[in-house]
């Protein structure tokens, strides 16, 4: 199965500031997919990563805030634009490794706390 | 109503008991489900899939689908320690795409 690293793995950051985060998969792969934790809430997708088109954002997620960049089949990134304490998650980056039941790995997430 | 329900616990069990874990469901349009196992300050990792209804078991853990009661099991026998993690449910339609429904996940705590 696929091999997803992410950076940062936690940040701390100040009210109003972006925070960009990177996923590298060891493989090459259609779609990514990042999702947000939130204490005590389930895992919610935030939007799909396609290479070489826009990002496909789920409802209540919005390009501006959360603005996603996707150069080849292995590596995306997230930012967090203009971040209050209400962004504090943990943000995963995710792939399918099962195409007939579109299991997903997960990476490990970036835990970012806003003060 | 959230689509997915699942208890939060935390639910505390000694070494060697079984366990069960669940969850609830209101969209009966859902086909597949999931149950991922959590580390703290990991991932969520798949532990088991299942189509439809039905039982499917995988050496300690047996998954069990009853879609006339929307309801979804995790069985653990023979817990251990290492078993100590937050599980989530998760579900997709057929045709749905790649979005998984997530229930909010039970911690579990496997005492020596």
């Known amino acids: 199965s696929a091999v997803i690293s992410q950076k940062p793995s936690r940040d701390i950051c100040q009210r109003g500031t972006s925070l960009t985060i990177q996923c590298q998969v060891d493989?090459?792969?259609?779609?990514m997919f990042w999702y947000r934790q939130q204490p005590g809430q389930s895992l919610t997708l935030i939007a799909t990563?396609?290479?070489?088109?826009?990002?496909?954002?789920e409802s209540g997620f919005v390009i501006d805030k959360f603005p996603i960049s996707r150069p080849n089949l292995t590596f995306s990134t997230l930012t967090v634009s203009n971040m209050s304490p209400e962004d504090s998650s943990i943000y995963l980056c995710?792939?399918?490794?099962?195409?007939?039941?579109?299991?997903?790995?997960f990476g490990a997430g970036s835990r970012l706390t806003v003060l | 109503q959230k689509e997915v329900e699942q208890d939060p616990g935390p639910l505390s069990v000694p070494e060697g008991a079984i366990v069960s874990l669940n969850c609830t469901y209101s969209?009966?349009?859902?086909?597949?489900f999931m149950w991922y196992r959590q580390y703290s300050r990991k991932g969520p990792e798949l532990l088991m899939y299942?189509?439809?209804?039905g039982n499917k078991e995988d050496g300690r853990f047996t998954a069990q689908v009853d879609k006339s009661s929307k309801y979804i099991s995790l069985f653990i026998r023979d817990s251990q320690p290492s078993d100590s993690a937050t599980y989530l449910c998760?579900?997709?339609?057929?045709?749905?795409?790649?979005?998984?429904?997530f229930g909010t996940g039970t911690q579990l705590k496997v005492e020596l």
């Open positions: 995710s792939v399918v490794v099962d195409s007939g039941a579109n299991v997903l790995t």
């Open positions: 493989s090459q792969v259609t779609m």
């Open positions: 990563a396609n290479q070489g088109s826009e990002a496909t954002y």
């Open positions: 969209n009966s349009a859902f086909q597949y």
């Open positions: 299942t189509y439809s209804s």
């Open positions: 998760a579900m997709r339609l057929t045709g749905g795409g790649n979005k998984l429904t």
